[in-house]
């Protein structure tokens, strides 16, 4: 199976700032990511699809980068509402996989 | 617009059975992709399955703690898709969610299963 590792597990922003989120995979998927943020109690909400493509109504503070091993979510001028938890997601190779989660709090 | 909502959680002992649905409107599951994800209490998102669109042939598959005990099927005249679920073991206690859509664009709220003696 295909192992995404996220980093970091946990980071502390201020509104305002630009935070960078990292995944990476065990092998290959091209561009067959997608990233999900979560909030509790809520269902994951889908903010990028192949890897860099912003889905509709998502704000465009967010974009995602990176094909192959290594891909890397930013989020810019971080709003409040932004404060949650960031999933990586392959659909390149079944099983599919999900990566461990970013949380991201208030400093 | 896509609505998702998922249904036939609760509590069941250890080796029992469950069948959750995913009751779909705005699309017509025959021709979508849908999935299912849980998520164990506290924990982060888990794969469970895919069924593919009739389309692409239809296929299933199923993450590794779930294959072979999981099922994945829909029935068109309801625009519905089932996970058939058996064996369930401690661990699968996690809300359940149905997703839509090759990368996942729309999820129902989510369906508690609670597997506990």
């Known amino acids: 199976d295909i192992q995404l590792t996220q980093s970091p597990s946990f980071l502390s922003a201020s509104v305002g700032d630009t935070v960078t989120i990292t995944c990476r995979a065990s092998q290959g998927i091209r561009n067959y990511l997608v990233w999900f943020q979560q909030k509790p109690g809520k269902a994951p909400k889908l903010l990028i699809y192949?890897?860099?493509t912003l889905q509709s109504g998502v704000p465009s503070r967010f974009s995602g980068s990176g094909s192959g091993t290594e891909f890397t979510l930013a989020i810019s001028s971080l709003q409040p509402e932004d404060f949650a938890t960031y999933y990586c997601h392959q659909l390149n190779t079944y099983p599919f996989t999900f990566g461990g989660g970013t949380t991201v709090e208030i400093k | 617009e896509v609505h998702l909502v998922e249904s036939g959680g609760g509590l069941v002992k250890p080796g029992g059975s469950l069948r959750l649905s995913c009751a779909a409107s705005?699309?017509?599951?025959?021709?979508?992709?849908i999935n299912w994800v849980r998520q164990a209490p506290g924990k982060g998102l888990e794969w469970v399955g895919r069924?593919?669109?009739?389309?692409?042939?239809?296929?299933?598959d199923y993450g590794a703690p779930v294959k072979g005990r999981f099922t994945i099927s829909r029935e068109d005249s309801k625009n519905t898709v089932y996970l058939e679920m058996n064996s369930l073991r401690t661990e699968d206690t996690a809300i359940y969610y149905c997703?839509?859509?090759?990368?996942?664009?729309?999820w129902g709220q989510g369906t508690l299963v609670t597997v506990s003696s």
């Open positions: 069924i593919e669109s009739k389309a692409d042939g239809g296929f299933t």
């Open positions: 192949s890897a860099s």
């Open positions: 705005g699309l017509t599951v025959g021709q979508a992709y």
């Open positions: 997703s839509s859509g090759y990368w996942n664009y729309d």
